[in-house]
């Protein structure tokens, strides 16, 4: 194999794909380069996750290697912005202008899923991108659940999208219209997803896995052979009280309130907004302006909940609506098409 290409171009290509680099088989932490017509081919995979990124490339001849990705990337992050010449035989040697590097390889690597199934077409990325940073974050971390560990996505008439750790849920909708078809994606891996740079998204649907392709990019992320949790019957209308407020301002209240208590916030709507959190290292309140319409209610509210929530809302005016002091908390946008509901705590 010999080819070269700009260094800017295989570094962006190498942070990509050093995402899926991992796991305890040691070929998971390789990167495979392959030289082909006028592209080089990077590929990692820790078997949830599979990205494969092509850079234009001048190819003098055809073939394929994989080297440890860490050292590859190290080296080519630390190159100055010129061409890099790439080649194989028994060793990888890399060189741009003086600086050369020589790792050994092998041209052995881990299979590449191949998924052959639904395309449920093309989406704007970034309204995709926006959506999905809107309920990733609520997705649960603990593993208790593995159902919960991942997002659930709807397509049919629209795509929903639901995240959800079991005190908290998270729904978002988006206007794209393909085949009824639901799966459940990791989260981390869409976090991945999240930080790529692109204009549209084709999603392809297979049995095991879920493609996104983005440009230059394709996500391969394995889908979970689990059962969602029903969440449809906590969704309901008929609140008691609601609050109108500043998003930013009642965002600032609750991060200064957290400096004494990170964990529960108590909120007292009566003819004021205040909210109250101690603890052994003190106490703090505030009170904030909003609009109050229906009942005088006392509630204990997660603090961490309420800063994640109201981080993702991208509104000036947020609209929060409470079921008593131990029914759910609604929170959402004053414009928009998504939602988190919070169960207060006792």
């Not at 073939?63 to 992050?77: I, M, Q, R, W």
Request: proline share 5%.
């Amino acid at each position: 194999m010999k080819a070269s290409c700009l260094q800017e171009n295989l570094n962006r290509a190498l942070t990509i794909v050093s995402r899926s680099v991992g796991g305890i088989i040691p070929e998971t932490k390789n990167v495979q380069l392959t030289a082909k017509e006028d592209k080089l081919k990077l590929i990692t995979t820790d078997y949830e996750l599979t990205s494969i990124c092509r850079i234009p490339a001048s190819i003098q001849e055809e073939g394929h290697v994989a080297v440890s990705a860490k050292t590859l990337k190290e080296f080519v992050d630390k190159l100055p912005t010129d061409v890099v010449k790439l080649g194989w035989e028994k060793q990888l040697s890399v060189q741009c202008g003086p600086h050369k590097l020589r790792i050994g390889g092998t041209e052995n690597f881990v299979p590449i899923p191949k998924v052959e199934g639904v395309s449920v077409g093309v989406v704007d990325f970034n309204l995709l991108k926006e959506a999905l940073n809107k309920v990733v974050f609520a997705a649960s971390t603990s593993g208790d659940r593995p159902a919960l560990s991942g997002i659930y996505m709807k397509f049919g008439n629209g795509l929903t999208l639901i995240g959800a750790d079991g005190f908290m849920l998270a729904i978002n909708e988006l206007p794209v219209n393909s085949e009824e078809i639901n799966i459940i994606v990791p989260a981390s891996p869409l976090s991945d997803l999240i930080k790529l740079s692109g204009q549209d998204a084709k999603i392809t649907i297979g049995k095991t896995a879920v493609v996104f392709s983005v440009d230059d990019t394709d996500l391969i992320i394995q889908v979970m052979n689990v059962e969602y949790p029903p969440y449809s019957q906590l969704i309901s209308e008929g609140y008691s009280t609601k609050l109108e407020l500043p998003r930013a301002d009642f965002l600032r209240a609750v991060r200064t309130i957290s400096t004494v208590n990170s964990n529960t916030l108590k909120l007292t709507i009566s003819d004021t907004i205040s909210m109250f959190a101690g603890s052994d290292i003190g106490e703090s309140e505030c009170e904030v302006e909003g609009v109050i319409t229906g009942d005088k209610l006392q509630v204990k509210l997660n603090l961490k909940y309420l800063i994640d929530v109201f981080g993702a809302l991208d509104k000036d005016r947020a609209i929060m609506e409470f079921k008593g002091p131990t029914g759910s908390c609604r929170i959402r946008p004053s414009l928009g098409n998504y939602f988190y509901l919070m169960m207060p705590m006792v």
